[in-house]
């Protein structure tokens, strides 16, 4: 009975700790992106030429660390969209905390999938 109230006790707190990170990942994202959105109307425009844009990771952030604009909310939702896949991560270490194998092996496959969607999807454009 004890060790059962302690596990009940330890899943509570991962509940816990995926919220927190839910609503952290959306607050600094919103953060990230109000913040860009300032920067554009400070300098009147989005920091780059008509029709270009940052494209991959290390241009959003060579914009980000020049203080463009477009690069600041682009790393926003970079943060949003990164902000579930954390969550899997961590739903993956309750389940196995929990000793549930299929539901360790069925996130993972999610994990994966969405690792490899976003790696497709960055090659793609």
Request: aromatic share 8%; charged share 10%; proline share 3%.
């Amino acid at each position: 009975m004890i060790q059962k109230n302690s596990k009940a006790k330890e899943m509570h707190q991962v509940e816990l700790m995926i919220g927190q990170i839910l609503r952290i990942g959306v607050i600094v994202s919103a953060v990230v992106i109000v913040l860009g959105i300032l920067l554009m109307v400070i300098q009147g425009n989005g920091g780059y030429p008509n029709g270009v844009q940052p494209e991959g990771f290390v241009a959003i952030a060579k914009g980000v660390v020049a203080l463009k604009p477009y690069a600041v909310i682009m790393l926003g939702l970079f943060l949003l969209i990164l902000t579930p896949t954390l969550r899997v991560v961590v739903s993956i270490y309750a389940f196995a905390v929990e000793k549930d194998r299929l539901y360790v092996w069925i996130t993972t496959v999610v994990l994966i999938i969405l690792v490899i969607a976003s790696i497709i999807g960055y090659f793609e454009h």
